[in-house]
């Protein structure tokens, strides 16, 4: 994970002297926005500390003609994870905090509890041995009321973590969760109130809220990859839930303006000296994230992606030349089809003037995507030959016949098990998570593996019915 997080970070190549960003922005507009299958972008550009370029392109809905601004607002998901720290970081200045005491000392329903222990500096820097898979559960009982927050951090008080605290690092959505509402228990407000009262407004984010369950219009419309299409959510409400981990809803500009204001070097919404400790590595089990932002020590940039249900962003700057860009779009990417990377990284490497590698053919991934799209298709052929061959498949005898009808049962079932449980253990995401965020993949694996299985049932069935003697 650590050596994929750096090639991610190095993968923007050296900085090289700023430039005027605007035309060679649009170029990349031009060539990534159709095959990227986002309906909507908007990106702001921070040179020498002050805003140079603010733009947009397309709708906030595909169908619709409301247009992309600089002032839409789009969820900006774990770019939203910065947000958080800082508000910690303002409660650590004011003496409310402590980095190093454990959680317990804060929400007490973690007394007692394998995760009590746990430090603030820990879950601040994902070193809390909270691992990958367990931050992305899906819930399924949210009720959208102002405890949401409160009942999921009383749930993961529960849970054992993956690792020893302060071991290994793990990017995990739970560690916010929980800092989240440590937010609310220690200052005695709403996270979504608190973030408004204490950044949103003293940085000027005017067109900028937190999730609070509410649909709102001023929102663009999130959409998720379609089997090579895009489809716009059914809803587009807020989740109070992941508000800390993923819930700030902002604007272009805005982004730019918070960007800006992390960048100064001045005392403000949290002193210099926060806003350093924030943007450099946490330690030595943590190289590359400091508080809410990943870091590279080697070339000084320092960054976070979003990704959400039908949104993904993209934030990154240069503090030691006060330069940055955030680059927001209302779609989701899917597998090898309608990726959002290139457009993304292309227009952040465009406005800071960095080398950058697209990472060339994405026909891998496409092939992959397609290959298990037809798996399906083919097993239910299969199970059409089997039953025009059915005659040859009852005349099977002997040991040998008998492998031939029943290995693909073992051999359907164990693909069964690494589509449906090995793969998302591996991405790091259950099952349920994957077909939130790209629903076209989510039914390939579970047709996949599930015609599988039924061929092999099928073939079965057509062996032992019919027969008119023993196999």
């Known amino acids: 994970m650590r050596l994929f997080l750096a090639a991610l970070v190095l993968g923007l190549g050296a900085v090289l002297p700023a430039a005027t960003p605007d035309r060679s922005i649009a170029d990349v507009i031009d060539r990534e926005f159709s095959a990227s299958g986002v309906p909507g972008v908007a990106y702001a550009v921070v040179v020498d500390g002050e805003i140079t370029s603010v733009g947009a392109r397309g ?23 910065s947000f958080t720290a800082l508000a910690v970081m303002q409660l650590v200045e004011a003496g409310e905090v402590d980095l190093d005491t454990g959680v317990s000392h804060y929400l007490h329903g973690f007394s007692g509890r394998p995760a009590g222990a746990i430090t603030v500096r ?18 399924t009982d949210t009720t959208g009321g102002r405890d949401e927050l409160e009942r999921r951090v009383d749930r993961i008080a529960e849970v054992i973590p993956a690792h020893e605290p302060g071991e290994t690092w793990e990017y995990s959505n739970t560690n916010y969760q929980i800092l989240g509402r440590l937010v609310e228990v220690v200052s005695g407000q709403e996270y979504q109130a608190y973030v408004a009262a204490h950044i949103l407004e003293p940085v000027g984010m005017e067109h900028s809220f937190v999730a609070d369950g509410e649909v709102h219009e001023s929102m663009a419309t999130g959409h998720r990859p379609w089997f090579d299409t895009t489809r716009p959510l059914p809803a587009n409400p807020t989740d109070r839930g992941t508000a800390p981990q993923g819930g700030v809803v902002a604007s272009a500009g805005d982004m730019a303006r918070y960007l800006q204001m992390m960048m100064n070097g001045e005392d403000d919404v949290v002193s210099a000296g926060s806003k350093s400790l924030m943007m450099r590595p946490a330690g030595a089990e943590s190289p590359f994230y400091g508080f809410g932002w990943f870091v590279d020590p080697d070339d000084g940039s320092v960054w976070h992606s979003g990704s959400s249900p039908g949104f993904e962003s993209l934030a990154t700057m240069v503090p030691a030349e006060r330069k940055a ?33 697209d990472g060339g053919s994405r026909w891998p991934q496409k092939a992959l995507f397609i290959a298990m799209v037809l ?71 579970v047709a996949t593996a599930g015609t599988g ?19």
């Open 122 to 139: 820990q879950l601040l820097s994902h070193t809390s041995g909270f691992s990958t898979l367990q931050g992305n559960v899906s819930h």
């Open 325 to 357: 860009a955030v680059v927001l779009v209302n779609g989701g990417s899917g597998t090898g089809f309608g990726e959002t990377t290139r457009l993304r990284n292309g227009i952040v490497a465009a406005a800071l003037d960095l080398d950058y590698d």
């Open 59 to 81: 709708v906030a809905e595909i169908g619709g003609d409301e247009e992309v601004t600089p002032t839409t607002a789009f969820l900006t998901g774990s770019i939203s994870k």
């Open 453 to 471: 299985v039924l061929w092999a049932v099928f073939r079965l069935g057509v062996a032992y019915t019919g027969r008119s003697g023993p196999a």
């Open 375 to 445: 798996l399906p298709v083919g097993y239910l052929l299969s199970m059409v030959w089997a039953w025009r061959r059915r005659g040859e498949i009852r005349a099977k005898s002997g040991a040998f016949g008998l492998f031939s009808l029943w290995f693909p049962l073992l051999t359907t079932f164990g693909a069964a098990w690494v589509v449906l449980g090995l793969v998302p253990s591996l991405i790091g995401a259950p099952l349920a998570t994957i077909a939130l965020f790209q629903p076209d993949l989510g039914l390939a694996l």
